[in-house]
């Protein structure tokens, strides 16, 4: 799963992001609920997760 954001995530919101993917029934509930404001929509059919609107600055890639 790749995941795409206009700020850096630390080591720790990626950990937190690996965990929901693997153990969450809904994952898109879950990332909204734990990063409020930051998470913005996962694109599944791409496998991309977006923090942000716009102007995605960091791409990061997690094995779930």
Do not use: W
């Not at 080591?11 to 879950?30: A, F, G, H, V, W």
Request: with cysteine.
């Amino acid at each position: 799963m790749r995941v795409k954001s206009i700020t850096q995530l630390s080591d720790n919101e990626l950990r937190k992001i690996q965990s929901i993917m693997k153990e969450s029934r809904c994952p898109n509930e879950s990332l909204r609920a734990t990063f409020q404001d930051g998470y913005h929509h996962i694109d599944e059919e791409k496998g991309i997760i977006f923090f942000g609107a716009h102007s995605y600055d960091y791409t990061y890639e997690l094995e779930v």
